[in-house]
């Protein structure tokens, strides 16, 4: 149990509600982050997933998820973004991207299909490029992979590489299946003690495979996408953005120092419903609530209501993509101006399927009318 659970847990039922009250106040009237000073770039607008497993059945997500990737294809979005998740409810429909990618790939003609992530450490750096290799056939090489280190010491069960030495597994591993993609061939320890040289298959579409790093808000993780040359996928549950401002600067300082061209790719997700539903504070409540608990659960955090309803305040007062059409444009301007190149909208949090899909209408009015430059070339046909 955490401090504050403990401190929580000494309160008395009427303290707990001056509390509750005290902290919806607090965020109904937080000072809104300063807006941009002028005309910014206008940023991508993509879809990403990332489910509470239970709060659908899961053959009814995965039809939802099909429908609102057409969707998406259909309206112009730039891509969709699928997790890896093991073990847990947060996530929990999605334990291999490129699965979920070979389905979306083949009803879709434009969407590019991203990992967002694959937890590089749980598996060998072939299959990593084979089972990608084969969705950039699918989609005839649309695919870009974002890589993380892991996070959760349970998921390590999968692991060849110890826990410990995850980080340095992970910059390791996306250097290999970056060679093996362009057809390199590398050599493995074999099981007879001799080394194996091998060459993935089978030859993707694409001759070089996006790469962006997960960063989930340590500024050392995006000084080292940018001294490497990768792109940037991370989201504001660990940071702020003022903090993420700070970070995308770091991120393209290293970019520049390490002499890249260009100036690098960042992708933030936040959480979107955009809606003029006079109710929809009531709406999102339930889904949002049994979302965060969700999130707490893997972390050994306890159902605390006080605690969920704050958060709740925060993501509506923040800079998500829940609330009104102008709330939504105001955010996506905020960060741009912090520095996204493009925003994964996660629309998948607990809201009913059909809610789900009526919503992603008035998230597409959002989207620009030039579409902005992307990292990785247009090679859909």
């Known amino acids: ?31 809104d982050v300063p807006g941009p000073p002028g005309e910014v770039p206008p940023v991508r607008l993509s879809l990403y997933f990332f489910p509470q497993a239970r709060a659908l059945a899961v053959p009814d997500y995965y039809a939802m998820m099909l429908r609102a990737c057409e969707f998406a294809d259909e309206r112009g979005f730039h891509a969709a973004w699928f997790p890896e998740r093991h073990f847990v409810d947060f996530g929990g429909s999605h334990p291999n991207p490129s ?44 695919v ?9 010491p349970d998921d390590f069960v999968l692991a060849q590489e110890p826990y410990d030495e995850r980080k340095k597994t992970l910059m390791r591993t996306v250097e290999q299946v970056r060679r093996l993609w362009t057809g390199e061939r590398l050599t493995f320890p074999g099981t007879t003690g001799a080394p194996s040289q091998v060459v993935a298959q089978p030859r993707p579409v694409q001759p070089e495979l996006p790469v962006w ?13 940018g001294t490497a040359g990768y792109g940037v996928m991370t989201a504001l549950l660990g940071q702020t ?72 305040q925060d993501y509506l007062a923040g800079p998500s993509l829940l609330g009104t059409p102008a709330k939504a444009a105001a955010v996506l301007a905020r960060l741009a101006e912090a520095g996204a190149d493009e925003v994964g909208c996660l629309i998948d949090f607990g809201l ?15 989207l620009p009318a030039v579409r902005p430059a992307s990292a ?6």
């Open 1 to 31: 149990m955490s401090g504050i659970d403990e401190r929580l847990g000494q309160l008395t039922p009427e303290q707990r509600e001056a509390l509750r009250l005290r902290l919806r106040e607090r965020a109904r009237h937080a000072p």
């Open 352 to 366: 009913p399927a059909q809610d789900v899909l009526d919503g992603l209408p008035a998230l597409a009015a959002l």
């Open 144 to 152: 870009g992979v974002s890589f993380a280190s892991g996070w959760h």
């Open 241 to 312: 953005l003022r903090q993420l401002r700070d970070n995308v600067a770091r991120y393209r300082a290293a970019w520049q120092d390490a002499g890249h061209p260009g100036r690098g790719d960042v992708v933030v997700m936040t959480h979107a419903h955009v809606s003029d539903e006079q109710d929809l504070e009531a709406k999102l409540r339930p889904a949002l609530h049994t979302y965060l608990s969700s999130y707490r659960a893997q972390t050994g955090g306890g159902d605390e209501r006080v605690l969920l309803e704050a958060a709740f």
């Open 99 to 142: 699965v979920v990618a070979s389905a979306v790939a083949v009803r879709t003609r434009r969407l590019r299909l991203r990992a967002g992530s694959v937890a590089a450490p749980l598996h060998h750096p072939v299959r990593i490029a084979e089972e990608w290799a084969v969705v950039d056939n699918l989609s005839r090489g649309r």
């Open 376 to 381: 990785d070339s247009d090679r859909s046909q």
């Open 213 to 225: 790093i997960t960063a989930a808000g340590n500024p050392e993780t995006f000084q080292a996408a």
